[in-house]
């Protein structure tokens, strides 16, 4: 047997952890939180139950299947921009693998981020890279930084262009959720500028061993700003894909709100799954719900179905096609050996 795989037996040892993972207790706290939160919203906004059940089985089936297809089109979009970064970051050389697998990687990162506390979603996808491809864990987190910020950058974008047309509604949080995305941008802005005026600095006062993965870390950061406009491109397909499910959703539930709405709805959903309860649970329902009733005339119920269905299309089906996604490639996975020595993985 090469010395590069595991036994059958060694590979069948592991496999029992899958199911504990998958049935963790972030995962079970992040359900009951996700029930809490909808009783919360519920009682808080006065939902008439009834009300909100009819709104969600009178939906459009077909707009709804379709809004489910568009949302999973952003793991591709993603997964192609992430594939870039990384071909940017990587040697002459070195492999980088296909957009399939890099698009798995991203959903078991929102899979991760959606059952576990703190968004470790990310250094999760970097640990499976490095895990699995013998890749730089230090320097695949550098381009998931990359990817966030040009996330931020887009969010704050779109949102300057969306609220000048909510303007009649005469409601602060319109700017409130803007001046977030902004103050965002301008934090990471900051850190990559500081980053690179301070490299030198940094790495002095650092020890070797730190220093090393610094270094990596920032080739990873910087070095993925490379061919912007293309990574910007797949970026912007990928929220367009975020508005379009959610423009369908508002559509299956026949409501008349104006699309600066919609945009602003998804953006804002996504600047609140930053929250660190398990995929920003709680602020997402209680935050879309309350700016639904606030910025349109939809009741109470009405915003309650819509938070409901779009949420059961972002977070639940998440959470159970990734659990599907994370079994599968465990099962069909040969686990690597730790080798006595991982720096060059670090």
Known sequence: MPEDEYS??????????????????????????????LVFMITRFDVDLSAMWDRVTGANPWYLALAFVIHYTTFLFRGIRWR????????PDAHVPGVIYCSQLVLLS?????????RLGDAYRAYLYRDEQNGSFSRTIGTILAERSLDMVLVALLLLA????????GDSVTWVVVGLAVSLVVILAVMLVAMTWAKGGVLRRMPPWMALRYERFHEGTMGSFQRLPTATFWGLLGWTAEIARMFLVVQALGYDISFALVVFLTLANSL???????????AVESGVGGMVVRLSTLSASAAAAL?????????????VLGAILFVVRQAVRTPRPVNSDQTENL
């Open 307 to 319: 938070v409901l269905i779009d949420r059961a299309i972002t977070y639940i089906s998440v959470i």
């Open 162 to 169: 969306a609220v000048p047309f909510l303007l009649d509604g």
């Open 8 to 37: 059958q037996d060694e590979a069948e040892a592991v496999r029992p952890s899958i199911l504990r993972r998958v049935l963790s207790l972030p995962a079970i706290v992040s359900m009951g939180l996700a029930a809490l939160f």
């Open 272 to 282: 609140l799954t930053l929250v660190p309860t398990p995929g920003g649970v709680g």
């Open 84 to 91: 870039l970064l990384l071909q940017n970051t990587a040697a």
């Open 110 to 118: 929102w899979f991760a981020n959606s059952v576990g506390l703190l």
